[in-house]
């Protein structure tokens, strides 16, 4: 009868025991709402302004960043594709919300997981692009620590992709600017998919959550926002004005108007007191290409822009590029261009806003023909007729007809430049 009253007793008990433990160890290693907030100069990272940026926070779903940087990189690197599909697993359907409500099974493009976790914060999202990746959860996992290591990440430490409060998950706002600055510097080509107001994904309009910044700030351009109970409205921003360029870090705040609020004060003074003119400094890469294991993908072709009009633009790639062999083999002078390179002129706007605006379209578009060309060569800058266009500098005579094969099947404008010797 004791015995049978003991396990009674350590039944009712541990339960209780073990909440109060894991709430000590967790209580112990991140502290509920710690209020935090960092800026620097994006250009170089000079700290402008921070108080409590070393603390241990709570992230939420600026976790979602490092799921974003390792999907950039497996695209750069031929590890995934945008055309590529993930098969939706059981795991990531059950994560809660802020999700995008996937079925187990489902099939969805790799770009559509990509604007889900960018814009909406969806977290099933982030789960199955993160098993698209690594293959597994838990080898994405790994995978996101091995890459925080390298970025000097010192204070952080991941358990899920997505960002939902875990024991042990945990970043510090000095960490999170780290990443920020990552993000956007090593992958400027897909940075810009950040300051998308709105945009769709898997046949759903989707508003960002970091609406308000991107709505009321000018040179607003990104980037993620952050929410759960435990770590309060937390938001990765930044700006750029002319050629004055912020990001920051704004952890704990009450509501995600103040958290804006905040971070458009802070970027205020900041802009005041930044240089007109400073270099960037560049980042060492962090070498993180390998070969995938993931089963989770599957090859399918499916469009990049206007879904509609995609067999009319391949059929018209098909044509120009049967016309274009004809002409080659009768016109043998121009095989003296094949040696030297060209620029490319895509687009002409107005000015530079509705470049950058529209230079992820042109990027996605062609996302196979430039995957081996330098970042550091597309620019935006203004033409001949003083308006802006996209540059594409210093590349083969033969790619630079490609890329304007299929602008021009787009209704883009398109021109092949000579480089002045």
């Known amino acids: 009868m004791k015995r049978s009253l003991l396990h009674i007793y350590f039944q009712s008990v541990t339960p209780i025991i073990l909440i109060i433990l894991l709430a000590f160890i967790y209580g112990s290693e991140v502290s509920a709402k710690t209020y935090a907030y960092i800026v620097a100069d994006a250009r170089d990272g000079k ?169 009321q700030y000018k040179g607003a351009s990104g980037i993620k926002t952050g929410y759960t109970n435990a770590a309060g409205h937390n938001l990765a921003a930044s700006a750029k004005r002319g050629d004055k360029q912020l990001i920051g870090i704004v952890i704990g705040t009450n509501s995600s108007s103040e958290r804006a609020k905040k971070i458009m004060g802070l970027f205020d003074k900041a802009f005041k007191i930044i240089p007109m003119k400073k270099n960037i400094s560049k980042l060492a890469p962090l070498n993180l290409a390998k070969k995938t294991t993931s089963t989770r993908v599957v090859s399918v072709a499916i469009p990049l822009l206007k879904p509609k009009s995609f067999d009319l633009m391949l059929e018209s790639v098909r044509k120009e590029e049967i016309n274009y062999t004809k002409k080659r083999s009768n016109e043998a002078a121009i095989d003296s261009m094949e040696i030297e390179n060209v620029n490319v002129q895509i687009g002409m706007y107005t000015n530079v806003v509705s470049a950058e605006k529209d230079m992820p379209n042109i990027l996605l578009l062609n996302i196979d023909l430039l995957a081996g060309v330098d970042n550091a060569s597309i620019k935006i800058r203004q033409n001949k007729e003083k308006k802006y266009s996209i540059f594409v500098n210093n590349i083969t005579n033969v790619l630079a007809e490609n890329l304007c094969v299929r602008a021009k099947s787009q209704d883009t404008s398109c021109n092949i430049l000579k480089i002045s010797r």
């Open 47 to 215: 700290i402008l302004n921070s108080h409590n940026s070393r603390q241990i926070i709570h992230p939420a779903s600026l976790t979602k960043m490092m799921t974003l940087y390792l999907a950039f990189d497996a695209i750069r690197y031929g590890r995934l594709k945008l055309d590529q599909k993930a098969i939706i697993s059981k795991n990531a359907t059950m994560e809660p919300p802020s999700k995008f409500w996937y079925k187990p099974g489902q099939r969805v493009s790799i770009r559509y997981l990509i604007r889900a976790s960018a814009i909406r914060s969806a977290n099933d999202a982030a789960t199955a692009l993160g098993e698209a990746i690594s293959g597994s959860e838990k080898k994405f996992i790994k995978d996101m620590n091995i890459a925080a290591k390298k970025m000097g990440m010192k204070s952080t430490k991941f358990k899920n992709a997505h960002g939902l409060t875990e024991i042990g998950h945990y970043s510090t706002a000095k960490d999170m600017l780290l990443l920020a600055r990552r993000l956007m510097l090593d992958y400027p080509e897909y940075f810009n998919i950040f300051s998308r107001l709105e945009t769709t994904a898997s046949g759903k309009k989707i508003r960002n959550t970091n609406y308000k910044f991107l709505k």
